[in-house]
Structure formats: C-alpha cells, structure tokens
C-alpha cells in the first residue's frame, strides 16, 4: 500500500511509527521543516533518520509532484496538520484522502477540541476519521470513536487519549484499505449540527467568577497543558491592578453567599473563591510569573475581579 | 541490579544530545523550563526509553515532574529497574 502522510505534531510522529509498525512506510512525508538555526528533533528529522522522503508541509497547496502523481497513491492521512489541503492532494489516492480530528464532528470542527469540550462542560470527547472534503472537517465520517471525559482530566490529559484514540482508528483504516478498501464506512455529517470552533478562546482571557463554578472550573482544565504551554493561555483575575492566574481549582464544598470574585477560608489546599453559584477551591496561581500555592498568595477576604476587554488569554505558558 | 545513578546520566545525556539531537550540557538542567522537553520531544523521549529500558510511561498519566531533569529521569529510571518494571539499557 502507497501512503502519503501529512502530519505535525506528536500525533503526526505517531502515525509515522505506525505506518512504519504496519509494514507501509509512508512514499512522502509532509510536514514542516525545522527553522535553519533550529537544531533539535522533529518529525522532519525524524523522517529523514528513518529514510522516509520528506516534503515541506506547504506544498499541499501547490500541485502534486509528478512522481507522487505517478506512484499509484493509495491513501492520504493528514494528521494534525492545519494546512488546507488543495483539491488535486484529495483526489490524488485511489482509496481517498482522510483527516483524523482530535474532536467529536460536526459538533467540534475546528481548533482546541478537547479545550472547547472541557471548556462546556462536556460529559464525553472523541476522535473522528472522515474522508476529506474541500471543506475543514465537513466530509463522511469513516470512524468516529467516544470517551468519557474524567473530573481529573486536563486539556493535555485530553489531547493525549484523542492521539491514542485517533491512532487506533488510522489502525483500522489501514486494516479496512488493506482489504481493499470497500468495507471503510461512509457516513455523511450532518451539517444542520455542524459548529466551527475557531482560535480564540473563550472569556477574553477572565476567569468568568459571574457564571456558574462548572464553567469556570472548565475553563482552567480547557487551559491546563502544564508542563507545556496553553495555546489558550492562563484565565486571569485582577487582583488590585495586578493579574493572578488560575493554574488549578476544583469545585468548593459549599454555597458562597457573597460577591463573586470574594476570597473565602484559606485551606491545606487552596483557598475559596466565590463564583456566580457558590465556591471554588483554587490551588494553584502564577503571581509574578511563578505557579505557586493559591493559599500562600491569596488572603480572605480580598476580592478579585473581571478585568475589562480581552487579555488574549493571559501568560501562554 | 540498577545501574549506578551517574551511569544512567551518562546514558540519558547521551540519548538527547545524541539520539534526539537536544543540546543539554547537565544532568540538572531544567528541561520544561528551557523548553527541550515540548509535547513532541516528550513523547519521543518515551518512546527511546521503552525501547531502551522497556520502561512503560505514557504523558496522559505519568507525573511530568519526574522529568523536568536528566538527574531525576535516571531516579525515575532506577527506581523502575529495581521494581522490575524496565531493565539495564539494551
């Protein structure tokens, strides 16, 4: 089977290491190429170490290289990568061209899937295999796979099982192609459910303490890649003139009975901050640039608050 | 029998500066903060270790901490070596 691989991204070096388990290594890799001062490792030198052809990421907007036009292309995976693929790359394999979506479609088209699900509150995540389309996210689904999301999960916890996830579903792909391809499902969106979930996270940045504890506490776990940085940011509170960010709460354990954005008791671990429908437990804050115990910085009785516009997220750390 | 701690830092520095072409000079070197270790190094570096240790270790669950340095990955290595869930480098 001839493969074409277009990935970035841990999930994108996963696909390679299965393609390369499976026996199928990959005719072209597509990927983007380190900056020229850069050294390090990535899945451009990772494919070159392997043997494996590698094209830069961009030329998926150009037209297909003739010997990739004559190589009798079974399969195009594109594996977390945001280039919009030009139709003559979709139609270029025999058995199709398919996208694996860290999200649950057509609810979760778009960016930060498993940040918009925690984000909402979202009792379940998932991945989806579908065929391509012109469209972003739009075309059949082949595979679509379910997972509850836990109370201890974190965006990165999140984005971890979808790449696990997303990888058994390429799995079964490559299993369906190698039986000829007749048997990979083909089961139309629907569109009328279809939402595009775009770059900019929610709240401008604020922690919302107006809205419900569930909310807030969704949207510190939506931000939570530590040790990585957060696409999204920290949420933040203004605490005088100056910002606080909330690394880490949980839900409090009781109703708060006062203004939102007022400290409560201080704990072992943490301290209260009153939201729009009771108490969260905040454990952990970046003052002055350092994650440091909540209990340790925060003092009863302070109030904190909604600054005004948007912050843009806050540290992106 | 675990290896000698200094000996699996001497491994360990080889693997990222070798293997993965990651320059760290020391076994103290913080390796979040410096960003060497990023979501995608991270992984790679799991995987070397299973294939060189047979130490299992996934991002989703494990405690990055025991990662931030060289010193405390061989810690981490040694500690699993002697429970018998990985083994001396192959």
């Not at chain 1, 943490?270 to 340790?296: K, P, S, Y």
């Not at chain 2, 060189?52 to 990955?73: N, P, Q, W």
């Amino acid at each position: 089977m001839k493969v074409v691989l277009v990935g970035e991204e841990s999930a994108g070096l996963g696909a390679l290491r299965l393609l390369l388990d499976r026996g199928v290594p990959p005719v072209a890799v597509l990927t983007t190429p380190p900056a020229a001062e850069r050294r390090g490792f990535s899945l451009w030198s990772e494919a070159h170490r392997l043997g494996v052809p590698a094209l830069p990421a961009h030329a998926v907007r150009e037209p297909v290289p003739d010997h990739l036009r004559q190589a009798g292309i079974d399969l195009l995976l594109n594996v977390h990568s945001l280039h919009v693929i030009r139709a003559p790359w979709l139609t270029l394999p025999r058995l199709g061209a398919f996208n694996l979506h860290p999200g649950l479609l057509p609810e979760y088209a778009g960016l930060d899937s498993a940040s918009w699900a925690l984000y909402e509150g979202a009792g379940t995540h998932g991945v989806t295999l579908h065929h391509m389309e012109p469209g972003i996210d739009t075309g059949p689904i082949a595979w679509q796979r379910r997972f509850p999301i836990g109370a201890a999960d974190t965006a990165l916890r999140l984005n971890q099982r979808s790449i696990r996830e997303g990888l058994g579903l390429l799995s079964l792909l490559l299993e369906a192609a190698g039986r000829g391809g007749t048997a990979i499902p083909r089961v139309p969106q629907d569109l009328s459910r279809r939402r595009y979930l775009g770059r900019t996270p929610p709240e401008g940045g604020w922690l919302p303490i107006e809205g419900p504890v569930a909310r807030c506490i969704g949207l510190v776990r939506a931000c939570d890649f530590r040790p990585f940085p957060s696409p999204w940011g920290t949420p933040g509170l203004l605490r005088g003139d100056r910002r606080v960010e909330i690394v880490q709460a949980s839900p409090g354990t009781h109703p708060a009975g006062c203004a939102a954005g007022t400290l409560g008791p201080r704990h072992d671990d943490g301290i209260d901050l009153a939201c729009g429908d009771g108490f969260l437990r905040v454990h952990l804050v970046r003052w002055n640039g350092t994650v440091m115990a909540a209990q340790e910085v925060l003092r009863e009785g302070e109030l904190l608050r909604r600054g005004p516009g948007d912050d843009a997220g806050g540290t992106k750390r | 029998m675990a290896p000698h701690p200094e000996t699996l830092r001497t491994e360990l520095l080889a693997l990222f500066n070798q293997d993965l072409n990651l320059a760290v000079e020391h076994a103290e070197t913080d390796l979040l903060e410096q960003g060497i270790l990023d979501s995608l190094t991270f992984v790679e570096l799991l995987f070397r270790l299973e294939q060189r240790y047979g130490v299992r270790a996934d991002l989703e669950t494990l405690d990055t901490e025991k990662f931030r340095t060289v010193a405390r990955i061989a810690a981490f290595l040694e500690e699993e070596i002697r429970a018998g869930r990985a083994r001396t480098a192959s």
